[in-house]
């Protein structure tokens, strides 16, 4: 598969709208990583990730857990933060995953991959979706621009056949309602795989807390709400 090979430094000007979104990755391109534009103290508008920050979400019967944590690891010779992603039912494990994420000097928040872990009736049986940005071929992607505009595409994550999330913002004045709290201004994004074609999620970020709602509107139904939010 062919690759356009883009600069850092234009991609990460991508966030400025205009013209300048085709920077944006997308699909397959490759990107070239400048590890010193890139640091794991992550402060991005719509989903800031101070160490010991602690998301709580219900799916469900499912609870999923989030939690930034004090660590961080080398991907691409980009230094990420280490972000714990724990689901279950019933106090029982049904998925276990440390994500990496990265924040560029212009305010991008990227994704540098995933070691995920499945379980069955509590016992461990897999990794699939795992990958990491820079083997076999896998690339980063963007979470979320530094300035979402309306119309703006994106690749999130990709690993050929395995992880090929992508991101539409349709809004950036939403209202939503979680268990946490009530909330205008939210940020709506569109996301999408080619992965699973008839699966369309929706999800809305809001300022100074991070995602609060993600819900499938094609494909299986699914809602997944903020419950708790504790800063540390």
Known sequence: MARLA????????????GDEEEML????????IDPSR???EIDHPFW???????????EGDQRVEVTVTDRTRTVMGVETRVVHDLVTENGVPV????????QD???NLWYFGEDTTEFEDGEPIGHAGAWEAGVDGALPGIVLPAEPEVGMTYRQEYYA????DRAKVLSLDES????????????????TTPLEPEVVERKFYVRDVGPVLAVQVQGESGREELVSLSRP
């Open 161 to 164: 056949g395995e992880a090929e």
């Open 38 to 40: 890139f640091n794991a």
């Open 95 to 102: 998925e276990d995953t440390y994500d990496w994420y990265a």
């Open 6 to 17: 883009i600069v850092a430094a234009a991609v990460l000007l991508a966030g400025c709208g």
């Open 176 to 191: 939503v309602s979680v268990p946490f709290g009530d909330f205008t201004g939210a940020l709506r994004t569109e996301d």
């Open 105 to 107: 000097d212009d305010g």
């Open 25 to 32: 990755p997308q699909g397959s391109e490759a990107v070239e």
């Open 48 to 58: 800031p990730m101070a160490p010991g920050t602690v998301w709580v979400y219900r």
